[in-house]
């Protein structure tokens, strides 16, 4: 670990998750959001899917305090030095574009990041008692001037928690904000009940969908943590490769990746398997955090009507309901998703851009593409399918006439 300026607070680096404890790193961690746990990043580093070679070169912030003598870690980031942008999800191409028509290097940058995941959450955990704002301020001045020494471009900041966002933003360093579509528990007891909140029509829409498939004799086996043997993950896995091989790209994780994950943190996964006979035609693999469900990914062998929809998104819902979760985080783009439910929220993003002129133009870029995706999110609103939408939409119709 490599010491820094700071006479208080010492900022280090790690190359492999496995240089700090794994009680350590999860005591800061904590078990409110899957995707920090020691063990997530131990899978995906120990499955080879975080490499150098993947682009994904694991380069964690670690910050102690203390003397050499008696250092305590007091917070942690997931960091990254990465040389493309894949799996981000928060995209960066036309950026990269720009740098390569102007004969300047994009690549390599420090990504700050859950690979391959677009779930917002926590990015920097800092433990109970610490001065956050003297953390953030080191992260803020120290990044950037390693970055420097990397010869990286800038440092990103992915999916963070609003506070996190705000507090880059207030020591200068650019914010980005974006949408996506999510599910919220209004105390359902049941599907149905869920379904009350719904116009007649598309209320009768969604129950249309599902029983397409009860008449198709598709069945469903919920599986939690180890109920998951290796013959799921092996036929998952397929299903998972499916949905990559069809775009002709190859899957960004490896099937060792879900099997460590079995092994490490099976208290947080929920694989649901669909059947027809005795055949198992699609899976969809979810996260669970303390409140909520975060739906990852899906692949199917065969294709039904709403199949796609029943496996990755209804069965989640009933899920949310009977374990009570608050909220059902179903990943990335999916405007279909509104018409079922999920409501359009705002996600966050930071970047330091370490060139001057292109942080302006960036700049510029942001202020613009932001107006747009606070309209966008507004006008969303009007296609959910509950009634006071529907009231709200005719209401606006009324007024332009």
């Known amino acids: 670990m490599t010491a820094g300026k700071k006479d208080t607070y010492h900022l280090g680096f790690l190359t492999s998750i496995n240089n700090i404890d794994v009680d350590v790193w999860n005591r800061l961690a ?32 670690v910050i102690e305090k203390g003397d050499d003598e008696n250092k305590q870690v007091v917070a942690i980031m997931p960091l990254f030095l990465k040389d493309n ?38 990015r920097i955990c800092i433990a109970e008692g610490q001065d956050a704002d003297e953390i953030y301020r080191l992260l803020s001045v120290t990044i950037p001037e390693h970055a420097q020494k990397l010869n990286a471009s800038s440092w990103h900041i992915l999916f963070p928690e609003k506070n996190e966002c705000l507090a880059f933003k207030a020591l200068g360093i650019q914010h980005r904000v974006g949408c996506q579509y999510q599910w919220f528990n209004k105390g359902y007891t049941t599907f149905d009940g869920f379904l009350t909140r719904f116009s007649s029509r598309k209320r009768k829409n969604i129950r249309k969908e599902r029983q397409k ?4 004799g598709i069945e469903f086996e919920i599986l939690e943590g180890a109920d998951i043997t290796p013959e799921h993950w092996q036929k998952f896995y397929l299903f998972y490769q499916s949905t990559y091989f069809v775009r002709g790209r190859s899957p960004y994780l490896t099937e060792e990746f879900f099997l460590k994950a079995g092994e490490y943190m099976p208290e947080n996964l929920l694989l649901v ?29 065969e294709e039904y009507q709403f199949l796609h929809f029943e496996t990755c998104y209804y069965q989640g819902i009933d899920y949310c309901i009977s374990k009570g979760l608050q909220r059902f985080d179903s990943g990335a783009q999916g405007e279909h998703k509104i018409q079922r439910g999920f409501e359009p929220v705002l996600t966050w993003s930071n970047h330091w851009i370490g060139n001057a002129d292109f942080d302006h133009a960036i700049g510029r870029f942001l202020a613009d593409e932001e107006k747009y995706i606070l309209r966008y999110q507004k006008e969303a609103e009007n296609y959910l399918p509950f009634k006071h939408q529907e009231k709200r939409v005719e209401k606006q119709a009324d007024t332009q006439d």
């Open 85 to 122: 942008s894949r799996g981000e999800y928060v995209f960066d191409w036309s950026w990269a574009d720009a740098y390569q028509r102007h004969g300047v290097d994009y690549y390599p940058k420090l990504v700050t990041a859950i690979p391959f995941t677009p779930c917002p959450g926590p």
């Open 30 to 61: 904590g078990d409110t959001y899957p995707f920090l746990r020691h063990g997530f990043f131990r899978a995906l580093e120990q499955s080879s899917s975080t490499t150098a070679i993947t682009g994904w070169q694991p380069y964690h912030a």
């Open 213 to 216: 498939i009860v008449d198709a």
């Open 273 to 301: 398997m669909a059947r027809k006979g005795d055949d198992t035609i699609a899976g969809a693999l979810s996260f669970v955090g303390s409140d909520t469900l975060y739906g990852r990914y899906w692949g199917c062998s």
